[in-house]
């Protein structure tokens, strides 16, 4: 996972094959609430666009449109499209606009559904795009949400240069920045991976770049501040792929995945937290 990882931000098509398998692994946990079929969806985060087919051709939806605040990877998506594999069935139905997640260009009650795999934590105005995500979705509309809090083993999104987990939590920004530095420096890794995936750890000087550090306790208060129904929470635990797979191991998992639900243990036990809301119904429905 994470050498396809490491491959994902070297090369475009390695990206969008990755995004897209990273959807075939995520939209499981949402549980049975996960269904696109017919519905207008809006996917926040889209980055290099790996996911849209997955969109399309698997979730079937009618209509997807994509967002992201960076425009360039738009631009490399649409200047790309048609060469990306797996291609979806009907590419037309696919729109891209370039988009702050908490200042959408789209009416009240816009979107059926909302999907946001691996961005949210990366929102610097959390509060406002959980409004703007409430807003834009018709009453009774769903937002998938997955996304790392950030005490999580890899929630500082350092694991290229340093290649243990929870960094985070044993040594301060700073002491981190300066490692990355060195370790940049020595070994000029942004050079091999996309533009869009590049650091430079020598232009953050005492904080950890395009992290809003929000933890699950955080989240899940801002969710229901902004008026979302809860309708499943699934929170999935450091080390669940490898260990659900190996069959000795999977006593183990169930224990990890017990203590994700303690709320002293599951800060630092989480590496993922799988959310599906809906936006209330009006009353007179």
Known sequence: MQAELEDAKGNLAANQLWAYREAERVTPFFGSAWDLTGQRVLDVGTGLGGKLPFLVNEGEAKSVVSIDID???????????????PQP?????????????????????????????????????????????????????????????????????????????????????????????????????SANFLPSAR????????????????TLRRFRKLIQETGFLIRTLNLLPVGY?????????????????GGSYVPILQEVLVTKMVFVLEKKREINE
């Open 71 to 85: 425009g360039s990877k738009l631009a490399t998506f649409q200047k790309n499209r048609v060469k990306q594999k």
């Open 89 to 189: 069935k009907n590419p037309e139905i696919i729109h891209v606009a370039v988009s702050d997640g908490a200042a959408l260009p789209f009416p009240k009650d816009h979107f059926d559904a909302l999907i946001s795999i691996n961005t949210f934590e990366h929102i610097q105005n959390l509060e406002g795009a959980l409004a703007e995500s409430y807003r834009v979705l018709e009453p009774g509309g769903r937002a998938f949400l997955h996304l790392p809090p950030y005490f999580s083993p890899w929630g500082a999104h350092v694991e290229n240069w340093i290649r243990f987990p929870w960094p985070h939590l044993f040594f301060s920004e700073e002491t981190l920045l300066n490692v990355l530095r060195r370790v940049e420096q020595e070994q000029g890794l």
């Open 199 to 214: 650091m430079d750890w020598a232009a953050s000087r005492t904080r950890l770049p395009n992290l809003n550090r929000v």
């Open 241 to 257: 792929e490898a260990l659900r797979k190996i069959p000795f191991l999977r006593s183990f998992y169930w224990l990890l995945k």
